[in-house]
C-alpha cells in the first residue's frame, strides 16, 4: 500500500479481553516499529521486527504482550488480558533498512480498556 | 536527564509569527529527525539530517553536530501547524531515540 496501514483505528475492549492490534507496513520494509504512546505522553519502544525477526522485543511491558510477524510484511501485537493500564496508542512504524532512511508511520491503534 | 532534550515543551503563538523549536542530544548519532504529529495521532517525517540545513515549504531544519543542538523553524506560522514537534535521533542502528515533543499551537 502507499503508507503503513494499521487496524482497527479504535478499539474499546473490557478489561481481561484480548486484544490483536495489526500493522501493514509499506511493502518492501523490512524494518517494522510498535511504539505504545499513552494520552499527553511520549512514544514508547515495544518490539522491533527486521524481517520475521524480533532481535529486539525489550520494551514489551509484560509477558501478556506479544507480536509476531510473517512473511516480511503483516505483523500482529497481541495484548492478553487487557487492564486498564494498557489504554493508549499503538502505534506501527516501518522503514527500508536498518538505517539511514526516512521512518514512516500509520496512524495508530486507539485501544481503550474499559 | 533525557538523552534527547527539547525546548520550549509548549509554545503559543500568533499566526504569522517566526517560531524555533530546539533540541539537544547528548549521543553520538549518525541521523536526526524531526516529526509532526497532529492531534488525530498520526506522525509524518518532516526531515532527516545528518548535517547543514534542509528546507522544506515554511520549514527549516538545520544541526550543529559539534554542539549537538538542532532547530526546527517555521517562518510565518498558521493555524494548521499547530501540532507535537519531536525530535528523534539514530545511532546507525535500528533504535531511534525520542524527544518528548514540543506541543506548539498557533492562533488565528
Known amino acids: 500500500g502507499a503508507g503503513v496501514s494499521q487496524s482497527p483505528s479504535n478499539k474499546v475492549t473490557e478489561k481481561g479481553k484480548d486484544v490483536e492490534l495489526r500493522c501493514d507496513p509499506i511493502s518492501g520494509h523490512t524494518a517494522l516499529y510498535w511504539y505504545r504512546q499513552s494520552l499527553g505522553q511520549g512514544l514508547e519502544f515495544l518490539i522491533y521486527f527486521q524481517g520475521n525477526s524480533a532481535p529486539d522485543k525489550s520494551g514489551l511491558p509484560s509477558d501478556r504482550f506479544s507480536a509476531e510477524r510473517t512473511g516480511g510484511s503483516v505483523s500482529t501485537l497481541t495484548i492478553q488480558r487487557t487492564q486498564q493500564e494498557d489504554s493508549a496508542v499503538y502505534l506501527c512504524?516501518?522503514?527500508?533498512?536498518?538505517?539511514?532512511?526516512?521512518?514512516?508511520f500509520g496512524e495508530g491503534s486507539w485501544l481503550t480498556v474499559v | 536527564k533525557n538523552e534527547v532534550e527539547q525546548s520550549p515543551q509548549n509554545l503559543t503563538a500568533q499566526e504569522g509569527e517566526f517560531i524555533t523549536i530546539n533540541c539537544s542530544y547528548s549521543v553520538g548519532i549518525s541521523a536526526l529527525h524531526w516529526l509532526q504529529q497532529h492531534p488525530g495521532g498520526g506522525i509524518v517525517s518532516l526531515f532527516m539530517l545528518s548535517s547543514g540545513k534542509k528546507k522544506h515549504g515554511r520549514l527549516i531544519a538545520t544541526i550543529n553536530i559539534q554542539e549537538k543542538h538542532s532547530s526546527l523553524h517555521i517562518t510565518a506560522s498558521h493555524p494548521r501547524d499547530s501540532a507535537v514537534y519531536i525530535c528523534a535521533v539514530t545511532s546507525g542502528t535500528y533504535k531511534y531515540i525520542f524527544g518528548t515533543g514540543t506541543r506548539l499551537k498557533v492562533l488565528a
Open positions: 512504524a516501518s522503514r527500508p533498512t536498518i538505517a539511514g532512511n526516512t521512518i514512516y
